[in-house]
């Protein structure tokens, strides 16, 4: 017997030949569609390449310049369809510039340390679609444009999510929860989970919840809020975040206590326990999520997993009190939430102004 016929009398029965088929003409299709995105991607690169070079041969004037990639524009479309507009081209060459100045950065860096490799030329990996790169070439920053360019190949993200935590601020709300040294390492190695701390982000955003920001709310109903868009919240929460309960119960001394939201993070091995508050953060709030961490460490978490980690999120909170209440070593973080997308200008302005108190009391150390 061949095993092609092995495999067909592995088959049960008309319905699950239907089914392998069907799955396999899917995956087929998906690695075509990606196969072209990725082709266009490069196109529209090379596109840009070839306006750029002809500009600086001297054969752009503001004058007349708009006119030439109308004629093109014009041609292309006799020629091959639709899909070269002006706009497509003006793209194309905005996507060349930036991603060009990023590989001459790039070459440079591997010259200095590799003498032999003076004369290779950069390549551009692209692997993300056109749509995610018309979102990136947008962002001035390239520290920040590579942050969101290595995290949307990471975690997969789709343009629209991507395009979500950009208009969030999610490279900015990491900076500010880190030193400098970790602010560096974003643009290099994206979001990295090494330690607790690591899954803090200031503020937290909850604009996907859809309350008011200036109405009242309680608590359950910013909890109930929360339940029902769980899948967007924990991706809002960061990188390895599962939920295991909600008001999860344990009695000490015959009292019975509820944690709000019981999560457990799978890169960090530990329980991750979150408690809303949506009053102004105060030491007794501080305290119970202290007895709430000692509990879980004592009674819950087995001898495998990491301490347990506290995060209080409220809608404010002053760094002052939560550094006089709790000890130097406490796994509890207080984390205010937004219930819109924050201002981006403001954010960028306080990263830019917090390196420069670290290097300025740090003797201006690189």
Request: with cysteine.
């Amino acid at each position: 017997m061949t095993t092609e016929q092995t495999s067909i009398s592995n088959i049960d029965n008309e319905e699950m030949l239907f089914e392998r088929i069907s799955s396999l003409i899917e995956e087929s299709r998906k690695q075509v569609s990606k196969a072209i995105n990725t082709a266009m991607v490069y196109t529209y690169y090379g596109i840009g390449q070839y306006i750029v070079e002809f500009e600086q041969n001297g054969n752009y004037r503001a004058s007349y310049g708009k006119g030439v990639l109308e004629r093109l524009s014009k041609r292309l479309t006799e020629q091959f369809g639709k899909g070269w507009s002006v706009e497509t081209l003006t793209k194309s060459r905005k996507f060349y510039h930036t991603y060009a100045i990023s590989s001459a950065t790039q070459t440079k860096s591997v010259q200095k340390t590799n003498s032999s490799a003076v004369r290779t030329k950069f390549i551009p990996d692209f692997s993300l679609s056109w749509n995610h790169y018309q979102i990136l070439m947008r962002i001035d920053n390239p520290d920040e444009r590579q942050f969101y360019e290595i995290e949307a190949k990471r975690q997969n993200w789709g343009y629209r999510w991507l395009q979500r935590q950009q208009a969030s601020s999610l490279y900015e709300r990491l900076a500010l929860s880190r030193d400098k040294n970790e602010v560096l390492r974003l643009a290099e190695e994206g979001q990295t989970v090494e330690k607790p701390s690591d899954v803090v982000k200031s503020p937290i955003t909850l604009e996907f919840l859809g309350l008011k920001t200036d109405s009242a709310y309680s608590e359950s109903r910013l909890e109930n809020a929360i339940i029902s868009k769980l899948q967007t919240f924990l991706l809002e929460m960061g990188k390895g975040f599962l939920f295991e309960a909600r008001q999860k119960r344990f009695t000490f001394n015959e009292d019975n206590f509820y944690v709000d939201l019981v999560l457990y993070n799978r890169i960090l091995q530990c329980y991750v326990l979150v408690d809303l508050k949506t009053d102004k953060l105060t030491h007794q709030d501080l305290g119970q999520m202290q007895m709430y961490v000692n509990y879980f460490d004592r009674y819950v978490r087995l001898d495998f997993e990491k301490p347990t980690i506290g995060i209080l999120l409220c809608k404010s909170k002053e760094d002052a009190l939560v550094e006089l209440t709790l000890p130097k070593d406490a796994n509890i973080y207080a984390s205010a939430y937004e219930l819109c997308l924050p201002d981006k200008k403001l954010l960028q302005a306080k990263v830019k102004e917090w390196i420069a108190e670290y290097e300025e009391l740090n003797g201006g150390e690189q």
